[in-house]
């Protein structure tokens, strides 16, 4: 494999709350390579957007601080950089979808005079003309259609799916090297999601960036993730490549997950859901943090009283879990009761 | 003699009817919200937000409602219950014309029909207690039946959803989104009804308490046969849970069927589109199936296209489709009626093994 694009190593980030220090992010690693896009799936509360926005220095200071940890793109810790030269680093060398275009774009400004500011910021010398010309270009390229015109409009004139394709233009505008897209479409309807999908592939291969997809929809990470990675109370519990953590995966959460999972195109005689709530970080279960809801662990000891540490299993392929080599027998017995097949039998 | 009628009919109402018989039935509905301007608030247009829209939902069995957003869906559950009036059309719960009823007999009716929403956060008060907000309902139809009937009810109820009875004395915030939609549910239950209304009732769930909320529906429906009217715009959720399925697009239902008939033999265009955008899970399968990418966007629903409501958006538009309104019937037999001129199945989920 090629050297990695963007490496972060044991991030802690952490919060303080009234009741106490909260680890939002509890020594997460993972990589990014060139071209990939990276899926990283979790719950509401499982630390996948405080990892990205403590990549990029936009954890609120305080209650928030990064605690330890390093963010290596092309080698260069961005921890260590101050505001300024951070903020050449932001929607230059990285870049950022947010979920809500609507509340990300500035209403009062039109969208092109927005994307403009985006290329003026980190290129002073380009000229009116020039920008906009270079914006209609890429509102072209994200399929906003008379992307002339459409420059001069303002946001609330956009519809959802545009707004999106907005975004997309302004995050590849600079030609990122990493991309970061936090819940991307799941404020949209579902054809307006496989439009906005495809803009995004399109944006990727137009810019090589390493993407980061983290969204909950597993539906979206099935579709475009190359590799993924699974996280649970603020730590990662599994990765491997996206047919690796469908068809065989290595963690019950994960397991839990697909067990959980309505199917639009197979009948499944039972859903299994994964019992009991996420876990609150203010008091995360002792032990593996999962074990309160295991199926697997079924309460042994050492899952109560020892974390698991995130072992290699193989080249990029990681799992959380003591008793990771019995997930096969745990896979055959929940196909056994959903009916659904993960071993990828259409 | 008219007093024993009223009451035979109310007796009636409130029985249970046979598993697959008709309870609901909707006929024509038709939804449109005054759009006013000028000085005066004239009327100056309407948003079409349902327009003749039909179907019927059998005892213990569940129809779906998907579409995207503004299609109409939440708009047709809410007529139903008469949160909103509908501007024309019928609707007779168990052969009886809701609109033709008085608002007393109407509220007896509200036992049969509850309703279900969204958004867990917004749908409880705040305020009050989670054994008020079950018992409220049984209060108001005078079922609360003293302190300890009525706690032990509330109790029981809770327990039916799976809360716990003793977490009843708190309040909405503390519990989570799964546990405030179980309390929901528990609260819709609270009349025994025959009818529950689910407008998205999983939709702000995370996927594992998702799945939990939809075994819950799953089993009170086999263990009280309860018809349900589930609308949702997820169709992995649809498929899971529902017995037939009317797809709507800008106010219309296009095409309605068995859910095996939507979707693995879809003949209008919108459906096969819809289904060829939802993502599956499987990344084997990615690129193996033929995308159907719709161009632009759903048309204001207050100027919507002549003729077919699609077709400005549909790759077999021709000129019939600005002229007619293709009829919603049966168009190839298999009692699968579909909304379009041309009409025609295409498996758009299965996958090209090759």
């Not at chain 1, 290329?119 to 890429?138: K, S």
């Not at chain 2, 409130?14 to 449109?32: D, N, Y």
């Not at chain 2, 949702?232 to 068995?258: N, P, Q, W």
Request: glycine share 8%; charged share 25%.
């Amino acid at each position: 494999m090629t050297e990695p694009l963007l490496s972060i190593r044991d991030l802690v980030t952490e919060f303080a709350t009234p009741d106490g220090v909260v680890h939002a992010v509890d020594g997460v690693s993972y990589d990014v390579y060139p071209g990939e896009t990276l899926g990283v799936v979790g719950e509401s509360g499982s630390g996948k957007s405080v990892t990205v926005m403590s990549i990029l220095g936009l954890i609120p200071q305080p209650p928030g601080r990064v605690a330890n940890g390093e963010v290596l793109l092309e080698g260069r810790d961005l921890l260590t950089l101050s505001e300024r030269e951070m903020r050449l680093v932001r929607g230059k060398e990285i870049a950022m979808i947010f979920q809500d275009p609507m509340t990300s774009l500035n209403p009062v400004l039109t969208v092109g005079d927005q994307l403009s500011e985006a290329i003026v910021t980190h290129d002073a010398d380009i000229g009116e003309d020039a920008a906009r010309e270079r914006v209609v270009g890429l509102l072209e390229l994200v399929g906003v259609p008379n992307a002339d015109d459409r420059f001069d409009q303002y946001p609330h004139e956009y519809s959802g799916g545009m707004r999106q394709r907005a975004m997309i233009a302004m995050a590849i505008a600079n030609q990122p090297k990493v991309l970061i897209a936090d819940e991307p479409t799941t404020a949209l309807d579902v054809t307006i999601q496989a439009q906005v999908l495809e803009v995004l592939q399109k944006a990727q291969d137009e810019t090589n960036a390493g993407t980061i997809l983290i969204t909950h929809d597993l539906g979206v990470i099935a579709e475009m993730a190359d590799r993924v990675v699974v996280m649970y109370g603020g730590r990662v519990v599994e990765s491997g490549t996206a047919e690796e953590i469908f068809h065989s995966p290595k963690h019950p959460y994960t397991l839990g997950l697909l067990s959980s999972l309505t199917r639009p195109n197979v009948d499944l005689e039972r859903l299994e859901p994964i019992p009991g709530q996420p876990p609150s970080l203010i008091n995360l279960p002792s032990g593996c943090s999962f074990h309160p809801r295991c199926h697997l662990g079924q309460g042994r000891a050492v899952c109560r009283s020892e974390v698991p540490p995130l072992l290699e299993l193989g080249v990029g392929r990681r799992s959380a879990c003591h008793f990771h080599e019995e997930m096969s027998q745990e896979v055959a017995r929940v196909e056994q009761e959903t009916g659904a097949h993960f071993d990828g039998e259409l | 003699m008219s007093t024993t009628a009223t009451a035979a009919s109310e007796q009636d109402l409130h029985a249970r009817s046979p598993l697959g018989t008709e309870i609901l039935r909707v006929e024509s509905l038709t939804k449109h919200f005054p759009i006013r301007g000028g000085l005066f608030r004239r009327q100056v247009g309407a948003v079409q937000a349902v327009d003749d829209v039909s179907f019927a939902v059998r005892a213990g069995e569940t129809v779906g409602l998907v579409g995207e957003s503004g299609c109409g869906k939440s708009t047709t559950g809410r007529c139903i219950v008469r949160l909103l009036d509908p501007t024309d059309g019928q609707i007779y719960f168990k052969g009886v014309d809701l609109a033709g009823l008085t608002s007393r007999r109407m509220r007896e009716l509200r036992r049969e029909i509850q309703i279900m929403f969204q958004d867990p956060y917004a749908s409880l008060n705040p305020r009050i207690s989670v054994n008020e907000i079950i018992g409220e309902p049984l209060r108001i139809f005078g079922r609360y039946r003293g302190e300890h009937k009525g706690k032990e009810r509330v109790a029981e109820l809770m327990r039916l959803v799976g809360l716990n009875p003793e977490h009843g004395n708190r309040f909405p915030h503390e519990f989570s989104g799964g546990q405030r939609q179980r309390i929901g549910v528990a609260r819709a239950l609270a009349l025994d009804p025959q009818l529950i209304i689910l407008d998205e009732p999983v939709s702000a769930l995370d996927v594992s308490i998702q799945a939990q909320v939809i075994n819950l529906l799953d089993e009170l429906q086999e263990r009280l046969g309860l018809a349900y009217l589930f609308i949702a715009h997820d169709l992995s959720v649809v498929r899971h849970l529902c017995d037939r399925v009317a797809v709507m697009y800008l106010g219309k239902i296009v095409e309605f069927g068995t859910k095996h008939e939507i979707f693995d033999n879809p003949t209008h265009p919108y459906t096969q589109a819809l289904l060829s955008a939802v993502p599956i899970t499987d990344p084997r399968m990615r690129g193996k199936r033929e995308r159907i990418m719709l161009e632009g966007d759903v048309p204001s629903p207050s100027n919507p296209p002549s003729g077919c409501r699609f077709r400005t958006r549909c790759w077999k538009a021709e000129e019939i489709c600005a002229t007619e309104v293709p009829e919603l019937t049966d168009r190839f037999g298999h009692g699968h009626p579909s909304a379009c001129h041309f009409a025609e199945p295409r498996a758009v989920l299965r996958v090209d093994p090759s």
